[in-house]
């Protein structure tokens, strides 16, 4: 009777029948928190960039009116430093940096006030937009069922204040 | 006894021989003067012909003689340009003075009516405008005089134009249905005037209209009112302004990125000609991180800020402009330029 009742040892048979399932947790927990480092930097990329847009300004309408005009490349120049800092992290991609950033939507208005038509959003200054997205590799999801790229769409919006 | 009448006697033969001595007053005018023997012409405010326009008196300098132009007194207010206002269909012409003591004599010439003809004509360094039918417009011609050893010299004619007009906006004027043109009262043309159709040689269609404050002008024509003006001209530019390049176009308010090094160039105009700029220095406003705060005309004010304005603030920069006349002897004259800065900075809105 005491053999029967003797549970000495089922804790560690409990353990190990529940790992696979802690591990898969805990893979599930860890694959989100890097897919949303991930989304952040994706989405600094994309602010970075809207900024730099904005920061070049049309020296010739300034020189002429003393107001701020975004360049006539202003569009050109937010997708190309999208791209640049997207190639910093290589490894979060599952595609070439240039290829998300020649796919995103980069719009610049160049007047204010302007709409969005995308958006719908109202912008009082000339803004450069971003709207972008980014297939960002997830293997362990992947593994795990899900799909081994999650794509993160990142708006990015810029103007002088 | 002997002492006290001695004493009394010295008294009284004192105060019979006193005579009263009076003061020289330097305000009176003694009528028996004779006006060539006074050096100086009088002052403007008294400028009245000498005897009753007789011909000019000697001035003895030096022991040399010379004549003293009939009606010349002492100038106290200098040319400053002339002033085209359109008040609905009234135009006007006039002239802008500057109160200002330059040293120089004056004498009034001759005083036109609208369309009259003077042998003047053609001699005014500034020349005379004309009214919206071509006619030349009313004033006086006066002759400006420096006081030299040898005499005074002629050294300029200016003309002040003062007149009106009355005509029919192009714009507003249907065909037959406008009243017919008449020129204001302060015109003594009586021909009809036509419609303007262009701007008077002075005025700039593109330039503001320069209001004419009335402390600003002596009409020739008002009861006891006294011209006192003339030159020679200092150059008085109208305005300053700000470029971003050194040629290029004026700016009244700049917006510019934090931390961006921003060029300005000043400039200085007499009605729309540009004059030289000797040299300019900040005397309002936030400068930010200037290289200098004052330059010559040949070099810009350049600077950057680091600091965003506070929400509603302004920073109006004001720059005082000190102008070369041409040619370069002609006085300075000091105006100002301003411009608003609006300090930006990139920002995410999204």
Known sequence: ?161 | MSRRRTLALAILVTLALARPAAAWDPEAWDPGADPASDPEPQTADAAAPAEGGEPAGADVTGGDTFVVPDGLYSVTDVYAGDIVTHDGPLTTYETATVHESPGTYARALETVGSGDASRFDGAAFNGRASLSDGRPVAGTYYETFIKTDSGYVSVSVVFFQDDAELARQRAGAGAGSAPPAEPAPAAPSTGPSEAIDAEPPSASPSEPILPSPPELRDRPDAPGAMRRIVGPPPVSPGRGIVTLRPVGAPITTLEVLRGRTVALWLHAYAGDVEVPVRSWSVVAGDPGDAVALSGSGTEPFVTSWDRLMPPGAANVLRFSLVARGEPPSTPRTNIDAAVEIVVRSPALTA
């Open chain 1, 1 to 161: 009777m005491k053999l029967l009742h003797d549970d000495a040892g089922s804790v560690a048979l409990t353990t190990i029948a529940l790992l696979p399932l802690f591990l898969v947790v805990l893979a599930g927990v860890l694959q989100l928190g890097a897919l949303r480092v991930s989304a952040a930097r994706v989405r600094a990329a994309a602010d970075l960039a809207a900024l730099v847009a904005v920061n070049d300004q049309d020296d010739a309408e300034l020189a002429r009116t003393g107001t701020l005009r975004l360049a006539a490349d202003a569009a050109d120049v937010a997708r190309d430093f999208f791209a640049r800092n997207l190639d910093l992290s290589p490894s979060l991609l599952a595609s070439s940096a240039t290829d998300v950033a020649r796919a995103a939507d980069v719009a610049a208005f160049a007047t204010a006030p302007s709409v969005d038509p995308r958006t719908g959003a109202r912008y009082d200054r000339p803004a450069v937009r971003i709207a972008a997205s980014v297939p960002l590799r997830t293997p362990v999801l992947g593994a795990l069922v899900f799909q081994p790229v999650t794509t993160v769409s990142v708006l990015a919006v810029s103007s002088p204040r």
